[in-house]
């Protein structure tokens, strides 16, 4: 009988990481822009870490699951855009906010809401600077045994639970061993 | 597992109609490998994700010289529909009547309410069962590396076979 619910593949300095790199305790999300479900948990996750900052890092890798969401992989190579100039996280935020309006305009105008030289941002969207980044997290998402979007990874092992606040801390404190948080 | 079904020896023989409502029997997948992935329902948000995964999956699957055969207790005209709205190029099999009869051969089927259990079954070229995965809660899909992780050692045995020939 087949089963696999844990992390294959490290978490390395290259992941997008949310607050303090060393924390103890790391949730992977593996997301997809253009998923509702994705854009319900993100202010959850960020809540989780923004309260726990020594405790509790969050590392985002795309999944974007094109044949169902269109726009999911554009979007994840304007994150990746975003993140080149720094503001990956205004970018990720950006995202779910205005999810799923991601045709070439309202991509252009979040840039530059947020920030971004757009000039730079047109070049490397229209060469697709940032596409591999995006395939090679989601080939990692298959190689750790994503099961839907978002699939969440709490210290490697997958958490198939309701992604509301209080269950996700619960579920933090035990794989954490009840540490304080 | 079924009492009835052992590794290694022959999956049972089936055969329902798809979304188009042509017959699909699993002998006709002799040859390659084949994926039987039992889901509960239709429309359901985990089912989505988890055929839109395989789905998204399909030509790495493919590449295992493997096919993929969803199966659930939907009509065929939902199987229709849902395909359609989904994006699902693989077959969605209707097993509405006689009701779960292939999901009970398979020992998957839930008398509780008359759904299936959702399962993987791999089955190798020569139409004999290498593997299994049956949910322990129904509302969890199974990670997509199970596949690949059955069809690796599928493979991996067929790879040998060569060897000796």
């Known amino acids: ?41 993100a202010p959850v996750l960020e809540r989780i870490v923004v309260e726990n900052p020594d405790a509790i890092r969050l590392i985002y890798r795309h999944f974007p699951v094109t044949t169902v969401h269109p726009l999911s992989l554009i979007a994840a190579e304007a994150a990746e855009a975003g993140g080149a100039q720094g503001k990956f996280w205004q970018m990720h935020n950006a995202l779910f906010a205005n999810q799923p309006r991601f045709e070439s305009d309202s991509l252009r105008q979040l840039s530059r809401a947020i920030g971004l030289d757009i000039r730079r941002f047109d070049r490397e969207m229209e060469a697709h600077v940032h596409l591999q980044e995006v395939k090679q997290d989601f080939r990692r998402g298959v190689q750790d045994g994503v099961n839907g979007t978002p699939t969440l990874l709490i210290n490697r092992v997958r958490y198939d639970g309701p992604r509301e606040y209080d269950a996700i801390l619960s579920a933090i404190a035990a794989v954490a061993g009840a540490r304080e948080l | 597992m079924a009492q009835t079904l052992q590794l290694n020896k022959p999956a049972p023989e089936f055969t329902l109609p798809d979304g188009n409502r042509t017959k699909v029997n699993l002998k006709d997948f002799r040859g390659k490998s084949v994926v039987l992935a039992f889901y509960p329902a239709d429309w359901s948000p985990v089912c989505t994700n988890e055929l839109a995964i395989i789905q998204e999956t399909l030509e790495d699957i493919r590449g295992y010289n493997a096919e993929v055969l969803a199966i659930s207790v939907d009509n065929v ?43 993987l079954f791999f089955i190798d070229k020569s139409g004999n069962l290498r593997n299994t995965w049956i949910a322990e809660n129904p509302a969890v899909a199974p990670g997509i590396n199970i596949i690949f992780d059955a069809l690796e050692v599928i493979q991996g045995a067929h790879q040998t076979e060569a060897r000796r020939a």
Not at chain 1, 20 to 39: K, M, R, S
Not at chain 2, 85 to 110: C, K, M, N
């Open chain 1, 1 to 41: 009988m087949l089963d696999q619910r844990m992390q294959r593949t490290p978490v390395t300095d290259a992941d997008w990481c949310m607050i303090d790199p060393n924390a103890p305790v790391t949730i992977l999300e593996y997301g997809d822009f253009e998923c509702p479900y994705c854009a319900m948990a």
């Open chain 2, 77 to 119: 005209w939902s199987h229709k529909a849902w395909a359609q709205q989904q994006h699902i190029s693989f077959p969605l099999l209707s097993d509405f009547w006689p009701h779960g009869e292939v999901a009970r051969t398979y020992g998957v089927f839930r008398d509780e309410d008359g759904i299936s259990n959702r399962a």
